[in-house]
């Protein structure tokens, strides 16, 4: 079955730093997310990408944050100047449709902010 | 506000014996809602979903109940086994600038006792 992949699993950074979180969609599909997860509480919805724009983003979506799909596979999520409230587990998604079905996540990467 | 909220934090069940894990939402106008199961350390799963033309919904060992009358959505796991053991969201849907955007519930730890 075909699943969305994300790189790298953890990464470790010094407050300050940016990070580029990267995301392979399923090949097919046309609408990618972000979301994200701080330890212990809920998914969280960050931003939803579609035709090389934004479509959504939520309040958590600030300037510090941006995406990109630089070519026909890699979906990426720049986090510019990272903050120790940063630290949390990002999720990447991808949909074939932009009707109500079911996303498709990735396993994640683990960022720590330190 | 739109919100998604789960009654039970954790559950435990004896393996072999049937689950019901419980989901209130707040929007009325909601039609499209997912379970999704967490495994630690991976990202979300889909498990099974319901459209609000339908009040129940059959996959393989699980059920799905909507309720829209109270706002309430059930997840069933019959006769569960140890690899049920994980936390279980759900999320509803709304589409948002053209592309799809999911609430999540808090979560049920669900834990199958041998």
């Known amino acids: 079955e075909p699943e969305v992949t994300q790189t790298p699993s953890h990464q470790v950074t010094q407050m300050g730093q940016e990070v580029i979180l990267r995301c392979v969609p399923i090949s097919n599909h046309l609408y990618f997310y972000w979301y994200r997860q701080i330890l212990g509480q809920k998914v969280e919805f960050l931003v939803s990408?579609?035709?090389?724009?934004?479509?959504?983003k939520s309040e958590i979506f600030d300037d510090q944050f941006s995406v990109e799909r630089p070519d026909g596979s890699n979906f990426t999520l720049k986090i510019r100047s990272t903050k120790l409230e940063d630290s949390a587990m990002y999720f990447c998604?991808?949909?074939?449709?932009?009707?109500?079905?079911?996303?498709?996540f990735g396993s994640g990467t683990q960022l720590s902010v330190l | 506000g739109e919100s998604v909220g789960l009654h039970l934090p954790t559950l435990s069940v004896q393996e072999g014996d049937n689950s019901i894990i419980n989901c209130a939402y707040s929007?009325?106008?909601?039609?499209?809602f997912i379970w999704y199961k967490q495994e630690s350390g991976k990202g979300p799963q889909f498990i099974i979903d319901?459209?609000?033309?339908?009040d129940k919904r059959q996959g393989q060992r699980v059920t799905v109940l909507l309720n829209k009358t109270v706002k309430h959505l059930s997840l069933q796991i019959a006769a569960t086994q140890p690899g049920d053991s994980a936390v279980y969201f759900c999320?509803?849907?709304?589409?948002?600038?053209?592309?799809?955007?999911?609430?999540f519930g808090q979560g049920t730890r669900l834990t199958i006792n041998p």
């Open positions: 929007n009325s106008a909601s039609d499209y």
């Open positions: 998604a991808s949909g074939n449709r932009a009707k109500k079905e079911k996303l498709f």
């Open positions: 999320a509803e849907s709304a589409l948002i600038g053209g592309a799809q955007k999911l609430v």
């Open positions: 990408f579609y035709n090389n724009e934004i479509s959504e």
């Open positions: 319901i459209r609000s033309n339908m």
